[in-house]
C-alpha cells in the first residue's frame, strides 16, 4: 500500500493547486480524480469551454454587426459552424486539462484515476474500472466540487431539457432557449446562442438578474442585454417543465400568480450548484456533512475529522474556482505550519458577459443594511476615449468608499475588460486604500482603467476629470 503525507480527492482548480502547494512544500502527494482527464468541472466543463464559446460567439457577432463600421468588408454571409466551434473549444479544454497533467509529473504528485471514498481517516480505496487500490494518507484534503442543480420536478433529459454540461455541446443553435435563472452560468451560455442567432427568454425568481451583486450593475446588465434581445422575466416562480417531442414548455407564476408559458425547443436549467459528496463515505472517516450538504469546516478549513480538510465548492461560501485555489494553497500551507490567511470579502466576482461584469468588497445594498456611512464615486465607460475607440462603450466603474475615513469598501464595474479590471480593486482593498490612493495614482492613457481613477475621482471629493 502507498503511502502519503497528503491525498487531494478531487483536481480541479482547488484540488490540483492545493497538490502542487503541498509537493512544493515537500509533502508526497496524490491526487485522486474519477475522470479520466484532470481539472474537475472548470477545466472541462465550466469556466474554459464557455469561455472559449464566449469568445468564439463574440468574434461572430463582431463580424456580423461591427465590423463594416471599422472599415472592413467581407464578401457573403457570414455563417456559424457550430461543429467547429464546439471542436475549438474541445480543443481549448484538452490543452488546458493536459496542461495540469503536465504539473501533476512536473511536481512528482501521484496521480490516482478512480472514484475515491474513506474507509476511515487514513485510508482510501479508489475504486477503478479494472477493480480497487488502497492507499494511506497522513491527512485528506476533499476537493470534489460541486454538480449543476436542479428544481424537484424538473427532469433532466440531457437532450431538450438541459443543464450547463449539454448547453456547451449543442450539435445544433437553439430556436428559442429558455433559461430557468439568470445568474452567471444562464446569463453567459445565453448571450453564447444569442449571439448565434437563438432567441432567448431568461425566467428568474428574484426581482432582478445576478441578485447577488450590486443592484446598479444589475440594472446596466438587464438593460445592456435587452438591447441585444435577451427578454427577462423576473419575480417569476416556474411551476412546470415539460417536454413535447422537440417543445419544451415551461410554466411560471409572477408575484400575483399571474401564469407565464414559454415555449422553446431548449430548456437551460440553471439554477445553482449543489455540493458533490456522492460516494465520498464521509461518515466513515468521522467527516461531518450539515443538511444543505455541505462538509462542515472551522475557520482553518479542518473537518470534524482533525487531519481531514475540505475546500472550494464542496464547503460554504461562494462556489468560485479562484476561492478554491486560495482555499487549497491555504490548507497546504497550515500543514506545513504556516500562518496563511484568506479574507473571503476580497474574493472577486465576475460574470463574462460582454460587457463583462465584475466587483469585490461591499455592495450598496450590503452597506445600507449594515447602517455604513459611506460615499459613491461612478464614472461611465462611455466617457473613455479607449471605449470609443472600441466602441464598447456601455457600463460604468461604481467605488463605494466610507464617508469618514475614504476607505475603499466595495468596487463595482460593468464594461470592456472588467473581469482583469477588477484586480486593481482587490489589490487596493488588500492594502486598504482609500479612494484618494487610487485617485491620485496614474493610470495609462487611453485604457479602460482610467475608469477606476475616475470613480475615486468623484468618490474622494465629487471632482471627476471627464465627466
Known amino acids: 500500500m502507498n503511502s502519503y503525507d497528503v491525498a487531494v480527492i478531487g483536481s480541479g482548480p482547488g484540488g490540483y493547486v492545493a497538490a502542487i502547494r503541498c509537493a512544493q512544500l515537500g509533502m508526497k502527494t496524490a491526487i485522486i480524480e474519477k475522470y479520466a482527464t484532470l481539472g474537475g468541472t472548470c477545466l472541462n466543463v465550466g469556466c474554459i469551454p464557455s469561455k472559449a464559446l464566449l469568445d468564439s460567439s463574440h468574434h461572430y457577432d463582431d463580424a456580423v454587426k461591427h465590423f463594416e463600421e471599422h472599415g472592413i468588408e467581407i464578401p457573403g454571409d457570414v455563417k456559424v459552424n457550430l461543429e467547429k466551434m464546439i471542436g475549438r473549444k474541445q480543443t481549448v479544454v484538452d490543452q488546458t486539462c493536459a496542461g495540469v497533467k503536465f504539473l501533476m509529473d512536473k511536481n512528482k504528485i501521484d496521480v490516482y484515476e478512480g472514484m475515491g471514498s474513506f474507509e476511515d481517516s487514513t485510508h482510501i480505496v479508489i475504486k477503478k474500472k479494472d477493480g480497487e487500490e488502497k492507499i494511506e494518507a497522513k491527512n485528506t484534503i476533499i476537493a470534489t466540487g460541486s454538480k449543476p442543480s436542479t428544481l424537484p420536478f424538473i427532469e433532466i433529459d440531457k437532450e431538450r431539457i438541459i443543464t450547463s454540461t449539454e448547453a456547451l455541446k449543442l450539435k445544433e443553435i437553439p430556436k428559442h432557449l429558455v433559461i430557468i435563472?439568470?445568474?452567471?452560468?444562464g446569463l453567459e451560455l445565453g448571450q453564447v446562442y444569442k449571439r448565434l442567432g437563438a432567441?432567448?427568454?431568461?425566467?428568474?425568481?428574484?426581482?432582478r438578474i445576478i441578485p447577488g451583486m450590486?443592484?446598479?450593475?444589475?440594472?446596466?446588465?438587464?438593460k445592456v442585454l435587452k438591447k441585444q434581445g435577451f427578454k427577462f422575466y423576473t419575480s417569476h416562480k416556474?411551476?412546470?417543465?415539460?417536454?413535447?417531442?422537440?417543445?419544451?414548455?415551461?410554466?411560471?407564476?409572477?408575484?400575483?400568480?399571474?401564469?407565464?408559458?414559454?415555449?422553446?425547443d431548449y430548456c437551460l436549467v440553471s439554477v445553482g450548484r449543489r455540493p458533490y459528496t456522492d460516494g465520498l463515505n464521509a461518515e466513515a472517516a468521522g467527516v461531518k456533512i450539515n443538511e444543505r450538504g455541505q462538509v462542515e469546516v472551522n475557520d482553518h478549513l479542518q473537518t470534524s475529522a482533525a487531519n481531514i480538510y475540505a475546500i472550494g465548492d464542496v464547503i460554504k461560501g461562494a462556489m468560485l474556482a479562484h476561492k478554491a485555489e486560495e482555499e487549497g494553497v491555504f490548507v497546504a500551507e497550515t500543514l506545513a505550519g504556516q500562518k496563511p490567511h484568506i479574507d473571503y470579502n476580497l474574493i472577486p466576482g465576475?460574470?463574462?458577459?460582454?460587457?463583462?461584469?465584475?466587483?469585490?468588497?461591499?455592495t450598496e445594498e450590503q452597506l445600507k443594511e449594515a447602517g455604513v456611512n459611506y460615499k459613491v464615486g461612478q464614472f461611465p465607460m462611455r466617457a473613455l476615449g479607449r471605449s470609443r475607440a472600441s466602441?464598447?462603450?456601455d457600463g460604468f466603474v461604481k467605488i463605494l468608499a466610507d464617508a469618514a475615513t475614504d476607505e475603499v469598501l466595495g468596487v463595482h464595474m460593468i464594461g470592456a475588460r472588467t473581469a482583469d479590471l477588477i484586480a486593481e480593486g482587490v489589490t487596493a482593498m488588500e492594502y486598504r486604500a482609500s479612494a484618494e490612493d487610487i485617485a491620485r495614482m496614474s493610470h495609462a492613457h487611453p485604457t479602460y482603467a482610467e475608469a477606476v481613477k475616475e470613480a475615486a475621482l468623484a468618490a474622494t471629493d465629487n471632482r471627476p476629470l471627464h465627466v
Open 181 to 185: 435563472g439568470g445568474g452567471v452560468i
Open 199 to 207: 432567441e432567448v427568454s431568461v425566467v428568474e425568481f428574484m426581482d
Open 214 to 222: 450590486d443592484g446598479a450593475l444589475s440594472k446596466e446588465l438587464t
Open 238 to 264: 416556474v411551476k412546470e417543465v415539460t417536454r413535447d417531442g422537440d417543445k419544451v414548455i415551461v410554466k411560471a407564476d409572477d408575484k400575483k400568480d399571474k401564469e407565464l408559458v414559454l415555449e422553446g
Open 350 to 362: 465576475v460574470v463574462y458577459t460582454w460587457p463583462e461584469v465584475a466587483a469585490v468588497g461591499k
Open 391 to 393: 466602441m464598447d462603450t
